[in-house]
Each structure stands twice: as structure tokens, then as C-alpha cells.
T-cell receptor
């Protein structure tokens, strides 16, 4: 049982390049989230999904797109990377057995992205 | 808007000393409250959670937290800190609703002196 995994672990992009971050979970969770972590800022929600085929914007969605084609996977895309997107990206998942457990989120190890 | 404040950016304690990390939240009702720990280069691990009921909650690794409604606080405590507790600690609020988005504080980095 791997939990939440993220691919890749590290990546360096040039400004304007595109890439996709992959998050996979094997816990059969309905809800999945993408956060970014910046020094002194804590974690901020980018996008989230409450089920296969559904996505919604979080606090800082600009410059990112997401897709949830399969229940176990949640992809985060950067169409044209900018230096402001240099960050550590965390994926999380949760299972809404009841309203409280939605918030009990399991996190992946993170992807460190640098945009030059 | 809901917010979470962790007033201390960095705290240093001696090994064996007690620890208290502060967390205050701004929210109209009683939110769901969480503490997460992040070791260097790692993801976040849930330490403990508060939904309702007993205001003193126990978590993993010997941590506990107390919810004080009158102070809008959810402070994290440990009676005796170990060197392995050195990490960054995040307080988070689940404001209710069906989206499940957590609102995080900016974190407190804990250093432990031998």
C-alpha cells in the first residue's frame, strides 16, 4: 500500500515550457487536492477534485490546469511555466465517509519544481 | 475569511524540555482543527485532529493539543521534546462544507538543541 505517490520528485523547467505532475493514490479516495508550498506561506490550495471527472479551483489556480480522468490519478499541468511557479507541489487525498473525514488528508512526498 | 495564524516562525528548545506551539484561527463557528508535521524533504503527516467533544486531544509521537473556544486557539504541546521532533509544524483549519479544502498556517519551524 503505497498511499499517495507523486511523479517526478524534482524538475527544472525553462520559462515557457510545459509539464504535467502526476499524483496517484491507492486508497480508493474520492477527494484529491493539489497544494503549493512556498517559504513563509504555508500550503495553498491550487485545485481539487471531489470525484472522477470533476475538478474545481482553489485559492491560487491561475497558470495551472488539472484533470481527473481516473479515480486514482490527479494530474496538474503547467502550460507555460513562469518563475513565480517555482515551488514545492504537494498532492493529497481524502475519503468522505463523513463530512469530517474529508479534511483528514493524506499527503504525497512532494515535487520540487524550479522554473528558470 | 477564515485564517490561521501561527505567531512563531521559528522556535528552538533543548532536548527534554517541554514544547508549546501556538495556533489561532479566525472562523465564525467551531472549525475542524488539525496539526501536521513536515520533516525536512518530506510530505506532511497528520499529528492530531479535533472535530468536537473533549477539548484535549492526543496524537501520535506523544503530542497533544487543546482547543480553547474562548481564545480561538488550538495549541500543540509535548512534555519532553526529542531530537527527532525537529521539523516544521503546520496548524490547519477545515472550515466545513463539502469541498474539504484545508486552510494552513504559515508554519513553525522547530529546532532542538542537544
Amino acid at each position: 500500500n503505497a498511499g499517495v505517490t507523486q511523479t517526478p520528485k524534482f524538475r527544472v523547467l525553462k520559462t515557457g515550457q510545459s509539464m504535467t505532475l502526476l499524483c496517484a493514490q491507492d486508497m480508493n479516495h474520492e477527494y484529491m487536492y493539489w497544494y503549493r508550498q512556498d517559504p513563509g506561506m504555508g500550503l495553498r490550495l491550487i485545485h481539487y477534485s471531489v470525484g472522477e471527472g470533476t475538478t474545481a479551483k482553489g485559492e491560487v489556480p491561475d497558470g495551472y490546469n488539472v484533470s481527473r480522468l481516473k479515480k486514482q490519478n490527479f494530474l496538474l499541468g503547467l502550460e507555460s511555466a513562469a518563475p513565480s511557479q517555482t515551488s514545492v507541489y504537494f498532492c493529497a487525498s481524502s475519503s468522505p465517509l463523513d463530512i469530517r473525514e474529508i479534511y483528514e488528508q493524506y499527503f504525497g512526498p512532494g515535487t520540487r519544481l524550479t522554473v528558470t | 475569511a477564515q485564517s490561521v495564524t501561527q505567531p512563531d516562525i521559528h522556535i528552538t528548545v533543548s532536548e527534554g524540555a517541554s514544547l508549546e506551539l501556538r495556533c489561532n484561527y479566525s472562523y465564525g463557528a467551531t472549525p475542524y482543527l488539525f496539526w501536521y508535521v513536515q520533516s525536512p524533504g518530506q510530505g506532511l503527516q497528520l499529528l492530531l485532529k479535533y472535530f468536537s467533544g473533549d477539548t484535549l486531544v492526543q496524537g501520535i509521537k506523544g503530542f497533544e493539543a487543546e482547543f480553547k473556544r474562548s481564545q480561538s486557539s488550538f495549541n500543540l504541546r509535548k512534555p519532553s521534546v526529542h531530537w527527532s521532533d525537529a521539523a516544521e509544524y503546520f496548524c490547519a483549519v477545515g472550515p466545513g462544507g463539502s469541498q474539504g479544502n484545508l486552510i494552513f498556517g504559515k508554519g513553525t519551524k522547530l529546532s532542538v538543541k542537544p
